[in-house]
Each structure stands twice: as structure tokens, then as C-alpha cells.
């Protein structure tokens, strides 16, 4: 599974990586995490806010730091 | 690339049960609230006079009793506002309001994208992806700055306190002169032609046109955004606050009266331009500049020269100007704070003259 974390690098973004981190250790999911920090790369997805999730290419969440429920149910799939 | 979002389906019976909790729940809340918020006066005078040795009638106690009655009055009514803007946020995205503005025309799109910014929710570092996603979905470039003026210039924090410490009056001159910066500058900024000044990857991005399911909340989910907004904007901010009403605090208690009125009254002509002059390069946020305000008001200050300061001070920060810097050129961002600046002087002129 491939995530990104896409955000300039404000607090609500290493936020939502940590999280992100957290929640992989603890399910035991095999993923790889990039975080993306590259405006025009951020852009390329199409986003209006950060911090988003990507997971696997798929947009999950955007403007907001995912609650970690939510970001379980999207590992888990 | 065309990605979705999805949600799960609440089961109907379980959210009444929560909904009628809630109201039960914020009816003790207010109740409450209420009843504190009214003995304020009297504990703040307590806890001054009665528990600290401090004279009545002097600058200290003067100074500390401000201080004391304003700190819990600007967090509960900060609760309050923070809770109430966050229920009525949760209506709207960024998303919805690109949408909603790339088909207006020049001048109507100024006036939405000002009402729009102040309540779409929307962070300064998210900036730019914003400003890309409007630019690039054709949203002309002077709405566009309408809107990203708007956003910070017109605070909702900011009107609430103003409201509940300055009454009505100044909180609707407050709403109506920001709105009429936003909507004028960005309609100039529209009239200059300046599109070749944004940077040049920025019309190159190929933004993928991201189709996104739209998000089907509950009440419930409405009031937990409101409460999240709580959590998130009063753990940020409440520090400016403390330092702000310690500012006026100071103010209130050690500045002669008539001497505010000699240096940012309304007869000398430089008061506004040396308020935007002072304001431009502090950086707070608006919950932090309304305690100053109130002090400086209570000291003889003109509300003009008072609503430049505030403005120039929550509007034009350095740090957003960095980070804007990215997709504007140089000239640009010098036309975007020179714009605003002259809109602030507008207004401050403005009410020093007619009050």
C-alpha cells in the first residue's frame, strides 16, 4: 500500500503523517509513507487544502487532520 | 486521475438519540455559561481587591482587574463564537466555493468570493494549493484575491469579540469597511492585468480535476466539527489571548487618559498611517489584537486609527506574504500589500473623519 501526506510542512501536517505512522504500526499494515511537500507536486493532485491523505491514489481526505478511525478504515480495505 | 471519497451510512434511530443528548447537553451549557459570565464583574473585583492586596483606585489594581475580568470573558465568549462559526463552516468547503465562483463575472465574483472567505473554512498554509486550484479552474484572478483578502482580513473571531466587548456598532462597521477592502482591492488587482506576474508553474500545473462525492453530514457530525473547531482554534490561540489582554491590561491601568487621544486620536493626520505602519510587521492573530483594542479605545483612541492598527496587523503578516511568494512574483505581492495597505488608510481616514 502506498500513502502520501501532502502538505508544505505546517503542524497540522507532520500531525497527520505521525498519525498516519501511528495507526500502520499499530494495524500491522504493510505500507510505505511519503510525505509530499513539493507545492507544484501538491497541486498535481488537484487539493485545496492540506494536509491530504493519498492512499494509493486514491484522495481520502483533505483541508483537515483525519481522525484516526478513519484512517484505520482506509488502511483496512 | 479522478478520485472519491466516501462515507459510511449512519443508522437513523442512534442519531435522534444522540441529537436530543446534545440539546440537552447545550442547553445546561448555556445555562451554565451564562450564569458565570455574569458574575464576572464581581469576581474579577474579588479576586483583585479582596484575595491580593491590592489598593482600590490605584494603576495596578486597575490594570489587574482588567485583566481579571477580561480573560475569562474573551475565552468563554471565544467558545462561543469558535463553536457557533464552526457549525455554520461545516456547510461549506473550498471546494463548493471554486465552484460556485469560477462561473461569476468580474465584479458580482469580487463581492461572493469577500462573503465567501470569511466563512469557508480554510487555513493560511493551505494558501497555495487554494490559489492554484481557483487560478487554474478559472476563477479570474482579482476574485480570487477578493477572497484570500477576506479570509484573514474579516475574522469571525474577531467579529464575535468585537461584538461582545465592543457592542454591535463596531462590529458591523468592522464587517462592512473589511468586506469593502476585500471586494475594492481585488476588483483593482482585476483591473491591473496581472496574470502575467503569477509564476509561471503555476498556469502550467496540471491540476487533476479532482471529483469528489459530496459529504453527507448529520447534525451530529456538525457538532462534533464545531467542538473539533474548539479544541483546535482555543489550544492556538489562547496564548495570544493571554498576552493581548496582558497588553491591555497595561494600558487600561498605567496610560494616562487624553494621552492615546494626542497620538492616535483623530486630529493628527499621521495616526492612521503610523497605526498601519506599527501593525504591518506585528503578527498576532485577531483574538489577541481585540484586548489591545478595547484598552486603546478606552483611552481616547480614534476608532479609525484604531480599525487601521487591527487591521494591519491581522491582514498583512510577513509569514503569509512567504508563503504566497511562491506562486506570485515579486511585483505582484508588492501590488497585493500596497492595494490592501491603501484600502486600510481608506478606511481609517474614513472614520476618523465622520465620527
Known amino acids: 500500500m502506498e500513502i502520501k501526506v501532502l502538505g508544505p510542512g505546517c503542524a497540522k501536517c507532520k500531525k497527520t503523517e505521525k498519525l498516519v505512522q501511528e495507526v500502520i504500526k499499530e494495524i500491522g499494515v504493510d505500507a510505505t509513507v511519503e510525505k509530499v511537500s513539493d507545492m507544484m507536486q501538491i497541486a498535481s493532485y488537484g487539493v485545496f487544502g492540506t494536509p491530504s491523505v493519498i492512499v494509493d491514489g486514491e484522495v481520502k481526505c483533505t483541508g483537515k487532520v483525519p481522525k484516526k478511525d478513519d484512517i484505520k478504515k482506509w488502511l483496512l480495505k | ?13 442512534k442519531i435522534n438519540k444522540m441529537m436530543a443528548l446534545n440539546l440537552l447537553m447545550g442547553a445546561i451549557g448555556i445555562y ?17 481587591y479582596k484575595l491580593l492586596p491590592i489598593q482600590e483606585g490605584s494603576h495596578l489594581g486597575s490594570s489587574v482587574e482588567f485583566f481579571f475580568y477580561d480573560t475569562p470573558k474573551v475565552m468563554m465568549l471565544l467558545f462561543l463564537v469558535v463553536f457557533g462559526v464552526g457549525i455554520l463552516r461545516s456547510f461549506f468547503t473550498p471546494e463548493k466555493t471554486r465552484t460556485f465562483l469560477s462561473g461569476k463575472s468580474e465584479f458580482v465574483g469580487n463581492i461572493f468570493a469577500a462573503l465567501l472567505g470569511i466563512i469557508t473554512p480554510f487555513c493560511s498554509c493551505s494558501a497555495v494549493p487554494l490559489f492554484i486550484g481557483f487560478v487554474t479552474a478559472g476563477v479570474p484572478l482579482g476574485v480570487t484575491f477578493s477572497f484570500l483578502i477576506a479570509a484573514p482580513m474579516v475574522n469571525e473571531i474577531a467579529l464575535g469579540l468585537l461584538y461582545g466587548l465592543l457592542g454591535w456598532k ?25 496574470e502575467n506576474h503569477v509564476e509561471d508553474w503555476v498556469t502550467q500545473a496540471n491540476a487533476a480535476n479532482l471529483t469528489m462525492e459530496e459529504e453527507k453530514l448529520t447534525w451530529n457530525d456538525r457538532f462534533v466539527y464545531g467542538w473539533d473547531a474548539v479544541k483546535e482554534i482555543m489550544g492556538r490561540v489562547w496564548i495570544y489571548v493571554i498576552l493581548g489582554i496582558a497588553v491591555g491590561a497595561g494600558i487600561h491601568g498605567f496610560v494616562p487618559e487624553g494621552v492615546m487621544a ?34 486603546l479605545l478606552g483611552k481616547g483612541a480614534a476608532l479609525g486609527s484604531v480599525l487601521a492598527f487591527m487591521m494591519s496587523v491581522i491582514a498583512l503578516s510577513l509569514p503569509e506574504m512567504v508563503i504566497l511568494r511562491k506562486v506570485l512574483k515579486p511585483k505582484l505581492i508588492a501590488v497585493f500589500v500596497g492595494v490592501v495597505a491603501s484600502g486600510i488608510l481608506f478606511v481609517g481616514y474614513l472614520f476618523n473623519m465622520i465620527l
Do not use: C
Open chain 2, 32 to 48: 451554565l455559561w451564562w450564569t458565570i459570565y455574569r458574575v464576572l464583574p464581581d469576581l474579577s473585583k474579588w479576586l483583585t
Open chain 2, 170 to 194: 463596531v462590529a458591523a462597521i468592522y464587517l462592512g469597511t473589511g468586506l469593502f477592502i476585500a471586494i475594492s482591492a481585488g476588483w483593482v488587482i482585476g483591473r491591473l492585468k496581472l
Open chain 2, 262 to 295: 494626542s497620538i492616535m486620536g483623530k486630529d493628527s493626520w499621521w495616526s492612521v498611517p503610523l497605526s498601519v505602519v506599527i501593525g504591518v510587521p506585528m503578527y498576532s492573530n485577531a483574538a489577541g489584537v481585540i484586548p489591545v483594542v478595547e484598552a
Open chain 2, 1 to 13: 486521475m479522478e478520485s472519491k471519497i466516501t462515507h459510511p451510512v449512519q443508522n437513523g434511530g
